[in-house]
């Protein structure tokens, strides 16, 4: 199946830059939220990012910038925000990017099922959650799949392609297909906890959260030490910050529910969650942001 026109539902923190990743690769592009303020930020943070990489390429002699300016209207131009499934009509692929709550990711899912068209794929950037459930929503559970993103998606080349109890063969394989489509390298995983990449990162970060707690160390010397090794470009506490607060907790807690105490849930990133404080999003977490 070829992916004329692709949607995006949620414009957060993930939702302008898949978007903004689909349009890059010249893929039309619809990207919804609930309110046109929140369509605002997902669009103006595409158009920042789409920007950037103009701007490195023009740095490298890549580009003119005559060239960069008619690419960044070109790229900017395969973008729609909207706040109604109007536009939805005639998408060949749906990918929701709305908070790791099942009950949110379900009723998106009933609404995709309903509002575009019957041969469309129906995709979920979870990073945790069952996607068989978000397909018992829908009347085409058989094309249902997870579609998962890393941050920032602009720049991550993974995605993990996530097949539920009732995707098909050929769902997975389109997925795959629209994957290398957006110049990204996919891989498929079945439907386990954290599946590949966040069960595999959670074992590792889970104990830093425990030393530093049980230890009482402060978070940005040990943020420093693991940047300074050189074996991640940002420290485990700067990266939830850009994460998110609450989708690493709530990553995190489902993890230690189905592997046990061996994933460790840190009481102070819980604390910062319930006083409000999620990181870059609000401009708080475990730094100050500005």
């Not at 990743?21 to 039309?28: E, F, Q, R, Y």
């Not at 110049?183 to 906890?193: A, F, H, L, N, Y």
Request: hydrophobic share 40%; glycine share 10%.
């Amino acid at each position: 199946m070829f992916v004329f026109k692709a949607a995006v539902v949620g414009a957060g923190t993930m939702g302008g830059e898949i978007a903004q990743v689909i349009a890059s690769a010249g893929v039309p592009v619809v990207l919804k939220d609930v309110e046109q303020e929140f369509v605002e930020v997902g669009l103006t943070k595409a158009r920042d990012v789409t920007e950037a990489q103009l701007a490195a390429l023009v740095a490298k002699g890549k580009f003119s910038e005559e060239d960069s300016r008619r690419q960044l209207e070109e790229i900017v131009g395969r973008m729609t925000g909207v706040t109604g499934y109007d536009e939805f009509g005639d998408v060949d692929f749906a990918i929701e990017a709305v908070p790791e709550r099942m009950d949110i990711k379900q009723a998106v899912f009933s609404e995709l099922d309903e509002l575009t068209p019957g041969h469309a794929i129906l995709a979920s950037n979870t990073s945790s959650l069952s996607v068989t459930e978000m397909g018992e929503a829908t009347t085409r559970p058989d094309k249902v799949c997870g579609f998962h993103f890393f941050y920032p998606a602009s720049m991550m080349r993974l995605i993990e392609v996530i097949e539920g109890e009732d995707t098909s063969e050929e769902t997975i394989q389109a997925a795959a297909n629209f994957a290398q489509a957006i110049r990204k390298t996919s891989i498929r995983c079945g439907e386990v906890p954290g599946f590949v990449v966040n069960r595999i990162l959670n074992s590792a970060v889970s104990e830093l959260w425990r030393i530093t707690e049980e230890e009482g160390l402060d978070v940005e010397e040990v943020d420093r030490v693991i940047k300074d090794s050189g074996t991640v470009p940002v420290g485990p506490f700067f990266l939830t910050d850009l994460l998110g607060l609450d989708t690493v907790l709530h990553v995190s807690e489902h993890l230690r529910a189905s592997y046990g105490e061996r994933f460790f849930v840190s009481a102070r990133m819980k604390e910062l969650v319930e006083a409000g404080h999620l990181g870059q999003k609000t401009g708080k977490g475990f730094y100050e942001h500005g």
